[in-house]
């Protein structure tokens, strides 16, 4: 094997904290974490203000990328990050930090109209308005918080939560119109008109229909209608058999929710297997916990009706998986003759969201693209109409809450260029000599913690929040597990190759490479010292952060060094 010696500059530390690098918002979990590790609930929240924004929120319904990318996985199972963020707000002492607007000097307040106050149209107001600008949200609902507050049961996410968030970024001044919908063109473009720019970020609350035979009867019903008319206290009640259609998180949500409004018995009908279902294992491991039916490989094919066109039952087929579709996963396939009938007297179609982009259709100036997306640029959000942007959900579809506030703060960032005059932002970075402090230094072996839930017979309420996050000796055990990857190893030029590190270090990822094995042509600095015969090789992949190595170097060699950065305005 070759090695290639690479400049430890501030990109090769941000992508080496994968928990980092991996969220759209590039949350600085080990650091949070570390911050939990000691106790310190108040400086771990304030770490999480500083990019998602919303942790009492993401806390409980983030799907957590960061924990895919976690090292901690590579030896059992990833750090609970997201549950860790939520321990952050559960026990701090300050639940929303104080703060204000801060207008950049020489820039005249300008006005800024958002469509839609879901978190992407949040993210962006919070962070125009603490850049000075003049921010109006308009909302067709009757609440803020977009697919937050009608798309997930308050037995997820608690309808105060969504509240909090809400007031917290109202505080900086933001007017807030409720009941305010821009659905047509003559709206649209009033708005273009008065406001300097327009950030459109109004989400994907349009159902994909099922297109079978009998989905026009009395009992058929789309996800997000359901979940919608189920938040707004519009539907209360369901008849005993349901039936829900598709593999996503609101597939999930209408399943658990349906047992809630007095369903008997739930099935959850999806078209492929478990590892290709949208929701996930811990989202599907809930609904098998409170004895919801997963019918895997099956794709319903007609809905049948009585005489007053109620539903009676949902006509299945079996599926086998082919060869992988555009989506990367592989296609179901008919088996024939695997027909069967399931009696249900409702069904509920939840196989995907779109936006509905009609009031901008036709001559507003606004482009799609072929496949009837508004076309935006990747970087900036800009739209082919002057001073419009669009964002979040409505350009691409549903997401999840973390990817679309990412939208809306990189959007908040072009805006404000655009209306500053280019102004730009840049990242401020830190490095101290320092080694991490552990509760317990046997936390390379401690298991992942579990999440105090409420009781099987205690769970029946729709607004009863069933997950209750960790307790403060377990979140403190699971912090333990973090690896701390914003802490690396340096061996600098005293090293005398002694070997004593390699001995020392419990996970083999210290080796000593001989010069003809590595490259030297792009080396930093220029090519390796004639006198080197050898140097030190670290497997970042490896390295659990124990520090014993820079113990054990008998000429002070080895250095632990911690980083950090932060953004700042230019």
């Known amino acids: 094997m070759d090695y290639k010696v690479v400049q430890a500059d501030e990109n090769w530390f941000r992508e080496n904290i994968s928990c980092q690098y991996a969220c759209p918002v590039n949350t600085p979990a080990s650091s949070y974490v570390e911050r939990i590790q000691e106790g310190d ?133 933001i007017k807030l119109k409720l009941k305010s919908p821009i659905n047509t063109l003559e709206k649209f473009d009033k708005l273009v008109e008065k406001y300097d720019a327009v950030y459109i970020a109004a989400g994907a609350h349009k159902s994909m229909a099922l297109e079978i035979p009998g989905e ?53 009908i999806y078209r492929r297997t478990l590892k290709e279902m949208p929701a996930g294992e811990l989202e599907v491991s809930l609904a098998e916990e409170e004895a919801i039916k997963i019918l895997y490989l099956t ?34 396939e008919p088996v024939p003759g695997s027909e069967f009938t399931l009696p249900v007297d409702m069904v509920i179609a939840a ?24 076309k935006v640029d990747a970087e900036s959000f800009t739209t082919s109409r002057k001073g419009v942007f669009a964002g979040g959900d409505f350009i691409t579809g549903p997401r999840n809450a973390i990817e679309v506030i990412g939208d809306g703060r990189k959007a908040a960032r072009a805006i404000d260029k655009y209306l500053s005059g280019n102004n730009e932002r840049k990242y401020e970075y830190f490095f101290s000599d320092q080694e991490p402090a552990r509760n317990d230094l046997g936390y390379e072996k401690i298991p992942r913690q579990k999440q105090d839930a409420v009781p099987m017979g205690a769970r029946w309420d729709i607004d009863k ?74 497997d970042e992949e ?8 820079v113990k054990r170097c008998p000429v002070d060699a080895i250095k632990m060094q911690r980083f950090s950065y932060t953004e700042a305005a230019v």
Not at 351 to 374: E, M
């Open 216 to 268: 026009d009867l009395k009992g058929v019903v789309h996800g997000i209608t359901y979940m919608k008319d189920i938040n707004l206290g519009k539907q209360k009640k369901v008849p005993s058999r349901v039936a829900v259609v598709g593999g996503g998180f609101t597939a999930i949500d209408c399943a658990r929710s349906s047992l809630r409004l007095g369903a008997k018995e739930v099935f959850i």
């Open 41 to 173: 609930y108040d400086s771990a929240l304030g770490l999480n203000y500083m990019a998602n924004l919303f942790p009492h929120i993401l806390g409980r319904v983030c799907t957590h990328p960061c924990e895919s990318a976690c090292r901690r996985g590579k030896i059992d199972e990833p750090v609970s990050i997201c549950s860790l963020k939520r321990v952050a707000a559960d026990f701090a002492k300050k639940e929303y930090p104080k703060r204000r607007s801060v207008a950049i000097k020489n820039v005249k307040k300008k006005k800024v109209a958002i469509i839609g106050a879901g978190p992407s149209g949040l993210a962006a107001g919070n962070d125009l308005a603490v850049m000075g600008h003049d921010v109006t949200i308009f909302e067709a609902l009757p609440m803020a918080g977009g697919m937050l507050s009608v798309g997930i049961p308050p037995y997820r996410l608690p309808w105060n939560k969504i509240e909090g968030a809400v007031d917290w970024v109202e505080k900086l001044g």
């Open 351 to 374: 196989i995907g969201q779109a936006p509905d982009a009609g009031f901008i259709a036709g001559k507003s100036g606004v482009k799609f693209t072929k496949w009837g997306n508004v």
């Open 465 to 538: 929040e069933v997950e209750l996050g960790f307790s403060q000796e377990s979140a403190s055990k699971e912090a333990d597990r973090c690896l701390l990857c914003h802490y690396n190893i340096f061996i600098d030029e005293k090293c005398v190759l002694c070997g004593g590190c390699i001995d020392v270090c419990p996970c083999n990822c210290i080796a000593m490479i001989s010069r003809d094995k590595v490259e030297t042509d792009d080396m930093p600095g220029g090519s390796m010292p004639d006198d080197w015969d050898a140097v030190m090789a670290i």
């Open 299 to 332: 794709t319903p094919i007609k809905i049948s009706g009585d005489k007053k066109s109620k539903v009676t039952a949902l006509e299945c087929i079996k599926n086998r998986l082919g060869e992988p579709d555009a989506s990367g996963r592989r296609r179901p």
């Open 542 to 549: 490896q390295c659990i952060r124990c520090g014993l190595c």
